[in-house]
């Protein structure tokens, strides 16, 4: 099934080049965070598995504020423990081979030395 969005609920779209990459960003990011629909009660939420998943990403706080009245077809929401099972056992595979490769690729650039 493709993505679908709608952003008529957005206020104040941005819809400059860098104003789209985040909306883009945000867009996409909902199949991440399984929260399908943007609203006041639940765009922390939403930041919040984000940021989990994407520590270092480019999406901020404020941007996903911003993109409330988002309308995407990602459904169903999970709540935060439907997700928490599904993504974080993920996330910490994902962080140990990230670890183990860094330290692999460390003793590799010694050896060398």
């Known amino acids: 099934m493709a993505l679908e969005y709608d952003l008529r609920g957005i206020a104040n779209r941005d819809l ?3 104003g789209w990459a985040i909306t883009e960003s945000v867009i996409v990011a909902t199949l991440i965070t399984r929260v399908g629909i943007l609203t006041e009660d639940n765009y922390q939420e939403w930041w919040g598995r984000y940021s989990i998943f994407s520590p270092d990403g480019m999406v901020k706080l404020a941007d996903v504020r911003r993109h409330i009245g988002l309308k995407t077809n ?11 099972r599904t993504f974080i056992p993920n996330i910490i595979a994902e962080r140990i ?3 183990v490769r860094a330290e692999a690729d460390a003793a590799n650039a010694n050896e060398v030395a």
């Open 16 to 18: 400059s080049d860098k």
């Open 97 to 99: 081979a990230q670890a």
């Open 74 to 84: 990602v459904y169903p929401d999970l709540t935060r423990e439907q997700w928490a």
